[in-house]
């Protein structure tokens, strides 16, 4: 079943130049059907999103600042997507902003059986993004620099995340708990389940496109291929390296 999301975008909180490629993220998870950026399109500080909105039919809504100091753009978009998921339009919803204020939407959201994702900034504070299914943050999407308009061909050191102790002991984990008494797991189990348990992670904030070579370049484990039943197609393995005993000397 094809999935159709809403996707509402905080434009007073989210840079221009990601737009191409943050499109291109959303369509992997499902068709969007319903695209609207939210903003007072009066201040000249969004002057930017005109041209890349058109091109890519996104339909910006209005919405003025009435009091000073209070966000009138997130009340907007919270009143749209309770609207929308009560019609009945949509499977899922993605929310792309980095404002801890759609925590509590997203959450309701999913309490209404809605697939959710949130696409922010590494900024984004954490209650927001453990309220969504997945969350992705812009860094990783190689989009424009949205100062400098210059194309950003490979991640940024400084948005490149390094493999922790405690990252290796989450992954080694959740290997853990799908493995069989081998201690072999499916790694798409094991890529759902670090999903599950951390939205946020995502191989790509390590510098590797899939999950695959994220695990094969760590040396605590090991990779099998095999086979299908119908030996059409490769299925891989994964478990953590078994610590072989030396041999005795004669």
């Known amino acids: 079943m094809e999935v159709n999301l809403a996707v509402l975008i905080d434009g007073d ?17 499902g068709n969007p059907t319903i695209k609207r950026i939210y903003g007072d399109w009066t201040n000249p500080r ?9 091109e890519n039919a996104i339909t910006p809504i209005q919405q003025y600042g009435y009091t000073q100091g209070k966000n009138a753009t997130d009340s907007a978009m919270i009143i749209d997507a309770m609207d ?8 899922g919803f993605c929310i792309v902003s980095s404002d801890s204020d759609f925590t509590r939407l997203a959450t309701r959201l999913r309490e209404a059986g809605m697939q959710v994702y949130g696409i922010g900034e ?3 504070p954490q209650p927001f993004i ?16 949205s100062e400098t308009d210059v194309d950003v061909k ?7 995340d390094k493999i922790t102790a405690k990252d290796l002991r989450f992954i080694a984990n959740t290997v853990d708990d799908v493995a069989d008494e081998e201690g072999w797991a499916f790694l798409g189990d094991v890529g759902s389940l670090l999903q599950k348990k951390q ?3 995502d191989s790509r904030n390590y510098g590797f496109q899939k999950l695959t070579p994220l695990i094969s370049s760590l040396p605590n484990f090991e990779i099998e291929r095999r086979e299908d039943s119908k030996g059409r197609n490769k299925l891989i393995y994964v478990r953590l390296k078994q610590n072989k005993s030396p041999r005795k000397k004669k």
Do not use: H, Q
């Open 199 to 201: 939205p946020n992670f």
């Open 84 to 91: 929308i998921l009560y019609s009945s339009k949509v499977n």
């Open 154 to 160: 490979t991640p940024k050191k400084d948005t490149v």
């Open 122 to 124: 590494r900024k984004t």
């Open 46 to 54: 969004l002057s930017k999103w005109k041209n890349i909105l058109l």
């Open 13 to 29: 909180n989210i840079p221009s130049g990601y737009l191409k490629e943050m499109m291109e993220e959303i369509a992997k998870y």
């Open 130 to 145: 453990v309220a969504c299914d997945r969350f992705i943050y812009l860094e990783i999407l190689k989009g424009k620099d």
